[in-house]
């Protein structure tokens, strides 16, 4: 039986440039025939993973992390077990594993990483310490991935290349990764997160600033820096969903750490503010709504809801507006392919969704709660 968790929330940003494209302009697209605002899946997914960590929901040792500098972090960690000088053995393990180091002492590619695999390659060059140290004749050159793995030890190889199965870190089992050149490794991610788009039409701004030298003269007229910075204002859609009982079994059957990750996930979604220029603008705002809806068919992106972009009225909110168009294609849609099990839980700051329409919270805990207590009772654990 198919089972799909599902946030909607709308979130409303004053001014801001929470994630900015090549040009430093705010991202956007286009939508409905019309230019919206936009934050990427990629930026929201690393704010959602680094809240996730502060909040501290995981244990540690399931968290992870998204680094070229591999080396760095097991020769901080083989210094611990006394081995302060751990750099041919630490690349002859990865290179057993099928990872390079380059020259710079970073790996050819970003690795993500749970901390569990991290700890996995240091304890495999602790315990195998002298067959890594073994001197290897290359003629003086540095060698290529191929012969940095011949040069391990066949039990060695086996061992490293069993390290990299996740080692249960929760971002790596919701978000997945891959690696080309090590499709064995890849881990499908659990979890689906879309572009954040604008529920209304926007256009784009400048803020021309001048900067003033604290240390000018009297004669001395004019700024001392001038330059300009594009932003916008927008609600924003945000959607995302995941698969329980994928997320599970990338677990390794672990269904309670599964429970951890979607609490951990449900708190995170909401709390999770891009960095981009905040120094600049402190848009810190959060949800005005936040829906939460378990589906047993497919799960639905409610995003057309916002097709035809929303108006702004002198009486209602956009969010307020927002929320109702979001309730309006929510019941068309499951009224046509629904499921009679589906069931919503939300927290609406604005009043406008149907008090009809599912369990109503009053804070963020409670709802993260009830996602909880009702993945639970629907994956039987």
Same mark, same amino acid.
């Given at each position: 039986?198919?089972?799909?968790?599902?946030?909607?929330?709308?979130?409303?940003?004053?001014?801001?440039?929470?994630?900015?494209?090549?040009?430093?302009?705010?991202?956007?697209?286009?939508?409905?025939?019309?230019?919206?605002?936009?934050?990427?899946?990629?930026?929201?997914?690393?704010?959602?993973?680094?809240?996730?960590?502060?909040?501290?929901?995981?244990?540690?040792?399931?968290? +992870?992390?998204?680094?070229?500098?591999?080396?760095?972090?097991?020769?901080?960690?083989?210094?611990?077990?006394?081995?302060?000088?751990?750099?041919?053995?630490?690349?002859?393990?990865?290179?057993?594993?099928?990872?390079? @180091?380059?020259?710079?002492?970073?790996? *050819?590619?970003?690795?993500?990483? &749970?901390?569990?695999?991290?700890?996995?390659?240091?304890?495999?060059?602790?315990?195998?310490?002298?067959?890594?140290?073994?001197? @290897?004749?290359? #003629? &003086?050159?540095?060698?290529?991935?191929?012969?940095?793995?011949?040069?391990?030890?066949? *039990?060695?190889?086996?061992?490293?290349?069993?390290?990299?199965?996740?080692?249960?870190?929760?971002?790596?089992?919701?978000?997945?990764?891959?690696?080309?050149?090590?499709?064995?490794?890849?881990?499908?991610?659990?979890?689906?997160?879309?572009?954040?788009?604008?529920?209304?039409?926007?256009?784009?701004?400048?803020?021309?600033?001048?900067? @003033?030298?604290?240390?000018? &003269?009297?004669?001395?007229?004019?700024?001392?820096?001038?330059?300009?910075? #594009?932003?916008?204002?927008?609600?924003?859609?945000?959607?995302?969903?995941?698969?329980?009982?994928?997320?599970?079994?990338?677990?390794?059957?672990?269904?309670?750490?599964?429970?951890?990750?979607?609490?951990?996930?449900?708190?995170?979604?909401?709390?999770?503010?891009?960095? &981009?220029?905040?120094?600049?603008?402190?848009?810190?705002?959060?949800? +005005?709504?936040?829906?939460?809806?378990?589906?047993?068919?497919?799960?639905?992106?409610?995003?057309?809801?916002?097709?035809?972009?929303?108006?702004?009225?002198?009486?209602? *909110?956009?969010?307020?507006?927002?929320?109702?168009?979001?309730?309006?294609?929510?019941?068309?849609?499951?009224?046509?392919?629904?499921?009679?099990?589906?069931?919503?839980?939300?927290?609406?700051?604005?009043?406008?969704?149907? *008090?009809?329409?599912?369990?109503?919270?009053?804070?963020?805990?409670?709802?993260?709660?009830?996602?909880?207590?009702?993945?639970?009772?629907?994956?039987?654990?």
């Amino acid at each position: 039986m198919s089972l799909f968790i599902e946030f909607h929330l709308i979130q409303n940003f004053a001014p801001s440039n929470l994630n900015r494209d090549d040009t430093g302009a705010p991202k956007d697209a286009i939508f409905g025939g019309q230019r919206r605002a936009r934050v990427s899946s990629q930026c929201f997914k690393r704010a959602i993973r680094l809240k996730s960590a502060e909040l501290g929901t995981i244990p540690s040792a399931f968290g +992870s992390v998204r680094t070229l500098k591999l080396k760095a972090l097991l020769q901080q960690r083989l210094t611990e077990l006394g081995h302060p000088e751990a750099g041919t053995q630490i690349e002859t393990a990865l290179a057993a594993a099928g990872l390079k @180091v380059k020259d710079d002492g970073k790996t *050819e590619y970003l690795l993500f990483l &749970g901390q569990g695999e991290i700890e996995g390659f240091a304890e495999l060059i602790h315990t195998h310490w002298d067959a890594l140290s073994a001197p @290897v004749s290359d #003629e &003086g050159g540095k060698k290529t991935k191929k012969q940095a793995k011949a040069s391990a030890p066949p *039990e060695i190889v086996k061992a490293a290349k069993s390290i990299l199965d996740g080692r249960k870190a929760v971002d790596v089992a919701l978000f997945g990764r891959m690696l080309a050149d090590l499709p064995e490794v890849n881990q499908h991610a659990a979890c689906q997160v879309a572009h954040a788009i604008s529920t209304h039409r926007v256009e784009r701004e400048f803020d021309y600033f001048t900067a @003033v030298d604290d240390e000018g &003269g009297i004669d001395e007229t004019g700024a001392g820096m001038i330059g300009q910075i #594009e932003f916008n204002s927008a609600t924003f859609y945000r959607y995302a969903v995941i698969d329980p009982r994928k997320l599970a079994g990338n677990l390794k059957g672990d269904h309670e750490l599964a429970l951890k990750g979607i609490a951990a996930f449900t708190e995170a979604m909401a709390r999770a503010i891009p960095t &981009g220029k905040q120094n600049t603008f402190a848009a810190h705002n959060p949800p +005005s709504f936040i829906g939460v809806v378990f589906r047993h068919a497919s799960p639905f992106n409610l995003a057309n809801a916002f097709e035809k972009p929303v108006w702004p009225r002198p009486d209602r *909110e956009l969010t307020s507006l927002s929320v109702e168009k979001l309730a309006e294609q929510e019941i068309a849609i499951a009224g046509a392919f629904g499921d009679g099990r589906d069931i919503w839980g939300y927290l609406d700051l604005t009043g406008a969704w149907p *008090e009809s329409k599912g369990v109503p919270h009053r804070t963020l805990q409670s709802l993260t709660d009830w996602v909880v207590e009702n993945a639970r009772a629907r994956l039987g654990v």
